[in-house]
């Protein structure tokens, strides 16, 4: 099983980035995919999720109408795309999956926004 996350880096205050999840060794079409996120000193707190054939999402209020949440079925794939940034959303952005008592994660990629 991997979850292999791409896409983070440095970008300044009200700008984009995308992240990138690529999944392999489970059947990642029926399992719900969600992102979190945590920053120094605080605990790991979810950002987004899709269900398993895309049609919910659910975001949390700091990021609502600013990240979007999609997913590739075909391509075992989960992006997020994050407009407006802000400081406050610097941390290690984490993908994780889950179906049933299945949860796996990935190892994270860094988002810095500062100017």
């Known amino acids: 099983v991997q979850l292999v996350e791409s896409g983070g880096g440095l970008v300044q205050p009200g700008g984009s980035l995308r992240l990138s999840c690529t999944a392999s060794?489970?059947?990642?079409?029926?399992?719900?995919m969600s992102w979190h996120r945590q920053a120094p000193g605080k605990e790991r707190e979810l950002v987004a999720a899709?269900?398993?054939?895309?049609?919910?999402?659910n975001y949390a209020d700091s990021v609502q109408g600013r990240f979007t949440m999609s997913r590739d079925n075909a391509k075992n794939t989960v992006v997020l795309q994050m407009n407006s940034l802000k400081p406050e959303d610097t941390a290690v952005y984490y993908c994780?999956?889950?179906?049933?008592?299945?949860?796996?994660w990935g190892q994270g990629t860094q988002v810095t926004v500062s100017s």
């Open positions: 994780s999956a889950r179906w049933g008592i299945n949860n796996y």
């Open positions: 060794g489970f059947p990642f079409s029926r399992y719900c």
């Open positions: 899709i269900s398993s054939t895309g049609g919910s999402t």
